[in-house]
């Protein structure tokens, strides 16, 4: 069979690409002025984001290079600082991180919600962990207890204030009793951080529980890795919240020992308590759901703080119960914008603009060092701070490297007083920048890439494609840990089984979609964070907020259709200052929407790339031999599906036969037993009219009645039948993993089907629910504003991401459509078609 060979010499199809002129507007952005002075308050609102709500106009700039170097950091918790250390290995909070710190006077705040936009790979986990974890060691009256020490600022950084603000706070919480008034040693959830997946819940939490066990707090993870019932007993508690939880909570490790640098024997201490409930947790929106409506004690009345992370995929149509129900359970206080629940900002002076805090950031003065820095911001930061002589209200703070602006979206989100902290903006490449990264086009860009990673792309016919990435993997990228994606769980499946096949290359890949059962896709990325594994053959469930450290180059094999999709594609590596490339192998009719794409979202910054033919041709035989291979693997998995499939259904008709037959044997015993008694009735009745005549009417009306009655109560009106728990459980799961468009109809004929099935139905066609499924992975989700009828939304169809379509799938139709088993199109093909039709 022919595959690669027969299409135009490899010189046309891949190293033909030309050097092709920036347009003026490139060229001009690509020469902007210097990198990220913009002052967020000077700076328009871009014209072409549309409506933009007013606080986003005037952003908190975050410059790169402003990190603060954890012993600077004012108001942090010594066992927390203690954590970064020794724990993380950090030694400097990253920009956005000083800048959240800041604009949350470590977390003590809740003049204002905040809304984060900072590029991928930045820091944004802790960010917001950070804050929230120190907030919730105060408030358990930890730092006032450890005097004047604690701050670790130096000469002149406002040590004064550092102190004071939480002594004082710290007594008024001891005044006003056990905050929120819990009983000793019992845990109230006060921080809950809701995510898309998973996997990225699993992640963030891997980051919260250090820093919790480290002030003896405790984060539980409610994300479907385990049983319901698991982590409802993480969540509240085994059944009791009893005194054996009080040696596990900071009150009662607040004894002799424990002052600074005492962070393992508190970190034990907070860790190892059971059967106490959680301080905080890590959900994903259906497991939290679940929980609100079944785990007895779970309530979110006593949050603190709510974190909402990759925010614009959580406010999609597909995630659209959680909010209001979240919102509702938080108190009343969310109802309404006004200040009447917040606490009162000390000063009195809390402001509702960005620029009130905005300015001590900018202002700091670069000749003062980054400790004094933020030493001059703080006492600007804590002028919104609120001290608990009232019950604090919950902050919100959202997060994402692409956030959403449409202010419908936001104001679902009922934010108080909003502040958006954004990064600035980029204009060179690779220009260092540590992990500050910056928005692509100004404080007001929607988009952010990390400045160190460098973009190109490959121009290549769609026959040479499997060609084209064998060739990259085994010439630049090899041995480098490198992401391939692919457009659709189908090709990431047949590229992962062509790529096994590669000698040499075999045992080093592995396959990241829904397709791959979590255990196992949880194993296999494991493999590849550890290094055994260096290529991670990905769909869109791998897009979004997955942090491997040393990946090194992001290869779009089908390249994305939307900007948003890129982004965070290509954020998978360059994270934390780190260099890293994306490459997008693009067809001849891909390359116009790319460029529409990427000069949208204000990207100047792609270069060509181009792979010289004779290097190339050097791997056809060793793909030759892989795609014989897979051709028969793929023959071997759908003979495999089919007989499961045909067991499966054999296995079903039998239970159904047996069950029918059951039924008809009841039926009969049934009737025989009501033929038999009408006749023993009828024949007492013969006897007793006989012998009392008078009385028989009397007695056959009471009968009737009584059977009247009897009938009555065999046949009550039947109860709206509310979904069986597994069955909402399910369904919320895979939303959660796949995203928009997989009904809990789908999933339960995915589940009795079994995977195999699944697969089966994703060679033999496009079956509804196999269509829904296919719409899950993220980059379905990218396009879901639109509704789940697949239809391209106007501003879809001109590239937006934020427009409707509930596809943007170049799923396993798509796949099918080409002869090629590797040669998928991709999702522009596939939009184009839906455009054409
Ligand atoms: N202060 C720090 N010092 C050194 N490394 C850090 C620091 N903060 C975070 N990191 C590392 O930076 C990487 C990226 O962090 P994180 O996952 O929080 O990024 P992100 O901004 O949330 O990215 P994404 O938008 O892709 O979700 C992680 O590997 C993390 O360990």
Redesign the pocket.
């Known amino acids: 069979m022919a595959h690669a060979e027969d299409s135009p010499a490899l010189d046309n199809a891949i190293a033909t690409a030309t050097e092709k002129k920036h347009k003026p507007r490139e060229r001009r952005a690509a020469t902007a002025g210097p990198p990220g002075l913009h002052d967020g308050a000077n700076a328009p609102a871009s014209a072409k984001a549309g409506p933009v709500l007013p606080w986003m106009r005037v952003p908190i700039t975050i410059r790169p290079g402003s990190?603060v170097a954890?012993g600077s950091v004012l108001g942090l918790d010594p066992r927390l600082a203690e954590a970064?250390k020794t724990g993380?290995?950090?030694?400097?909070?990253?920009p956005?991180?000083a800048a959240v710190w800041q604009h949350s006077a470590g977390g003590l705040s809740t003049a204002h919600d905040l809304c984060v936009a900072?590029?991928?790979?930045?820091?944004?986990?802790?960010?917001y962990a950070l804050p929230l974890v120190n907030a919730l060691a105060v408030e358990d009256g930890w730092v006032g207890r450890m005097g004047p020490d604690w701050g670790g600022g130096r000469e002149g950084g406002g040590k004064t204030l550092a102190y004071a603000l939480p002594l004082v706070n710290a007594l008024a919480v001891e005044a006003a009793g056990p905050p929120h008034g819990r009983a000793p040693g019992r845990r109230l959830l006060r921080g809950l951080v809701v995510l898309p997946t998973r996997d990225l819940a699993a992640?963030v939490h891997a980051?919260l529980q250090p820093l919790c066990a480290a002030v003896g707090l405790r984060a539980a993870l409610a994300a479907a890795r385990t049983t319901e019932a698991a982590e409802a007993a993480e969540l509240v508690g085994a059944g009791t919240h009893a005194a054996s939880g009080h040696a596990a909570s900071g009150h009662a490790a607040s004894g002799p020992g424990l002052g600074p640098g005492s962070g393992a024997a508190a970190g034990a201490g907070g860790g190892g308590g059971g059967g106490c409930g959680a301080d905080v947790a890590v959900a994903t929106p259906g497991r939290l759901m679940a929980h609100l409506g079944g785990t007895p004690g779970f309530t979110l009345r006593h949050l603190r703080f709510l974190v909402v992370?990759?925010t614009d995929r959580l406010l999609r149509q597909s995630y659209q119960e959680w909010l209001p129900g979240v919102l509702s359970q938080i108190g009343p206080q969310h109802a309404q914008h006004g200040a009447g629940h917040s606490t009162e900002p000390l000063g009195g002076g809390g402001s509702s603009g960005g620029r009130g805090a905005g300015g001590g950031l900018e202002g700091g003065g670069e000749e003062e060092g980054a400790g004094a820095h933020f030493g001059a911001a703080w006492p600007q930061a804590s002028a919104g701070t609120a001290l608990p002589f009232s019950r604090p209200r919950a902050v919100k703070i959202i997060?994402?490297?692409t956030l959403t602006r449409d202010p419908a979206k936001l104001q679902r989100l009922l934010l108080h007083q909003p502040r958006f902290v954004a990064t600035a903006q980029r204009t060179a490449m690779g220009g260092g920048g540590g992990?500050a990264g910056a928005t692509a086009g100004g404080p007001e860009g929607r988009y952010?890439l990390p400045r160190s990673l460098a973009e190109f792309r490959l121009l290549v016919s769609a026959a040479r494609k499997p060609l084209a990435l064998l060739a990259l993997l085994c010439g630049e990228c090899v041995g480098q840990s490198t992401i391939v994606f692919t457009s659709s769980v189908d090709m990431t499946h047949k590229l992962y089984l062509m790529l096994r096949a590669v000698e040499g290359l075999g045992d080093k890949v592995v396959e990241y979609s829904s397709h791959v059962p979590p255990r196992e896709r949880a194993a296999g990325l494991d493999r590849f964070r550890a290094g055994g594994a260096s290529v991670l053959v990905a769909s869109d469930a791998m897009t979004?907020?997955?942090?491997v450290?040393h990946v090194a180059h992001v290869i779009n094999y089908d390249a994305p259709v939307y900007a948003k999709t890129y982004v965070?594609r290509a954020?998978?590596t360059a994270?934390?200052?780190k260099s890293g490339r994306v490459i997008t192998l693009l067809r001849d009719e891909d390359m116009r929407h790319f460029k529409a794409m990427i000069r949208k979202a204000d990207n100047n910054f792609v270069r060509e790339m181009k792979l010289p033919p004779e290097q190339v041709e050097g791997f056809r035989p060793a793909l030759q031999g892989a795609l014989q291979q897979l051709e028969a693997l793929l023959a071997a998995e759908r003979a495999a599906d089919v007989g499961l499939a045909q067991q499966q259904g054999l296995v079903e008709a039998n239970q159904r036969a047996r069950q029918q037959a059951a039924d008809r044997q009841q039926q009969d015993r049934a009737k025989q037993a009501a033929v038999a008694e009408e006749a023993a009735k009828q024949q007492q009745q013969q006897d007793r009219a006989k012998e009392q005549p008078a009385a028989a009417e009397g007695a056959e009306g009471a009968e009737e009645g009584e059977q009247a009655g009897a009938k009555g109560g065999q046949e009550p009106a039947a109860p709206a039948g509310r979904p069986g728990k597994r069955a909402r459980g399910a369904g919320a799961e895979a939303a959660e993993e796949d995203g928009p468009g997989t009904s809990g109809r789908a999933v339960a004929a995915d589940a009795s089907a079994g995977r195999s099935g699944k697969r089966q139905a994703r060679e033999q066609g496009p079956a509804p629910n196999a269509a829904a499924g296919q719409r899950s992975e993220e980059e379905a989700a990218e396009g879901s504003a639109g509704g789940a009828a697949g239809k391209p939304g106007r501003r879809n169809a001109s590239g937006s991401e934020e427009g409707g379509g509930g596809g943007g799938r170049g799923g396993s139709g798509a796949a099918r459509q080409l002869p090629e088993p590797v040669q998928a199109g991709g999702d522009q093909g596939k939009a184009k078609k839906r455009r054409a039709t």
């Open positions: 990190g954890v970064l993380f290995h950090f030694t400097e909070l990253f956005v991180q900072a590029p991928t790979g930045s820091g944004k986990t802790l960010a992640q980051v992370d990759e997060v994402s490297a992990a952010s979004r907020g997955m942090d450290e965070h954020g998978r994270r934390a200052g």
